[in-house]
């Protein structure tokens, strides 16, 4: 499965296909393939069919078994996926991220209450997993534990923990992974993104993109601020601060269903607005909000439209919108003393210079972008190679230890038009807060 030169496989299982990369020592992509999930598309609300990420999965892995160049064999497989996200290991439906048990409170809090939910439903002897625990199961790996990342707390009832990109057993043979590759312990894919991204330098921040996104900015660990969302770095002595949103890239994708329109077509016309959308103004909330609000009842908003807008208006104000929401992250996290020097961009949101330009322009701040977008399995793909024995797992390396991806960096060009629609979208903002019913649930750390 694997070319002459020894490779490692990183997997991103995301919102709607699992990712599947070959990356060789010095951490370039050799080969790259996707799997997406059947029948996703009837899915309750915060389910899934755990039998459709298996498929995913060995699609993805056969993908990439044809496209790397000869035969040969993986020294290791590293899984990551979107989480919080439970799964009952012996049968019966997952509970994803979208799934209202816990969702106000910290990842911890909800991934116990998504267990109580499949107590309730199966009995309280059912055994649960998290997704890429579960996945490594299907593969072969050892099951009853729980990979977390170093400085997560466990998790009760999800079995023994084990360290991400240590040891979790080997494949079986299954899905085209020769038996006895070693399988590397998980994490989530925030996580693995930053680690991919280098985010372990003060000042360094990451936007995952995908069909969320977000803003993880590096600080010194004594300087997290107190009662912010926060992470542990791949390094000791820093930590990630800042917080997910909930649906910038699906914002985009909801648009150009609902138009009927190419997202390629859709960025094209984008790129004929100027800034400011000409007036017109998005609130992404499509399914609530995370950071900096966590107000998963608000909903999106289209302010200013006018018959004289179009498409190309309503692109452009999506495309600013999200960046927006990036900007009043990092200007809560500015407010506790912490800046963003520079930004790296990842997922499909990445692969739009229009997007990641306007992402610079409305933060100031220079935007990195990498040549492989997809930094979720590019960061599964460091796990395995932990395992492999390339590179240390995360809290026992440093700065340097890992290979860096090759990017290009976009210069801020700020405009006048940006702050009047960064002023106008918090202020849209906290005018659709004021209309819910109850006051904000406070959010814990993780």
Known sequence: MASAVPVVIGVDVGTGSARALAVDPDGRVLARAAGPFPRRDRWAPGRATPSAWRSGLATALRGLAAALPQAGRPVAL???SQSPTTVPVVHGDALTVRHPAGVTGSPLEQHHAQRDVLRAEQGPDVQVAQLWDWLNGELGGRTGIQSRWPGDPALDGYGDVVPTGHRVGEADGTWGVP????LAGGAQDAYLACWAAATVVPGRALDP????????VAVDAGRRPDGMYAMPSAVPGVDIVGGPVAAHGLM???LARTLGRDEAELLALAATVPPGARGVTVLPFLEGERAPRWRPELRAEVVGLGSDHGPAELARSVLEGTAYGLAHIAADLADAGVGVDVMMCGGSPARSELWCQIKADVLGVPVEVPVETDLAAHGAALAAGSVAGWWPAPAEGHAGDWPCLATR?????PDPAYAEGYARFVALGDAAVARLPHPPDSHSDS
């Open 179 to 182: 038996a006895g590759t070693p």
């Open 409 to 413: 960096t976009l210069e801020p060009r």
């Open 209 to 216: 993109g995908g069909r969320t996104g977000g803003l993880a």
């Open 78 to 80: 590293g899984l990551g």
């Open 252 to 254: 985009f994708e909801w």
